[in-house]
Nanobody
């Protein structure tokens, strides 16, 4: 059983930075894909960044590319999301997610129903 606990959210002005953390207990990072999703008010939950067991990373949507960085510290069982140049459109609840990988190089689909485990979420608010 994987348990995910996020921290690091808060309120910042546009252009600021935040680093989110997700402590994952019970996860084997050799067989688990990790990711970050977000859900803005009135919108569907969407994937933001993913990390494969191989270390490969992906970023969606395109608006976060070059601004967000996902990373993993296996020694601390912690997944991070570094967010720079934050924009008001980044305001959302951010969720840590985990799912069993198909291989070290494949995580399958990252639709919301495909996620096996969720954290409780952490609020990020960016003011103009």
């Amino acid at each position: 059983q994987v348990q995910l606990v996020e921290s690091g959210g808060g309120s910042v002005q546009a252009g600021g930075s935040l680093r989110l953390s997700c402590t994952a207990s019970g996860a084997n990072f050799e067989t688990t894909c990790m990711g970050w999703f977000r859900q803005a008010p009135g919108k569907e939950r969407e994937g933001v960044a993913y990390m494969y067991p191989s270390g490969h990373t992906e970023y969606l949507p395109t608006s976060v590319k070059g601004r967000f960085t996902i990373s993993l510290d296996p020694g601390k069982n912690t997944l991070y999301l570094r967010m720079n140049s934050l924009e008001p459109e980044d305001t959302a609840i951010y969720y840590c997610a985990a799912k069993r990988s198909l291989s070290r190089f494949s995580c399958g689909d990252w639709r919301v129903p495909d996620v096996g485990y969720w954290g409780q979420g952490t609020q990020v608010t960016v003011s103009a």
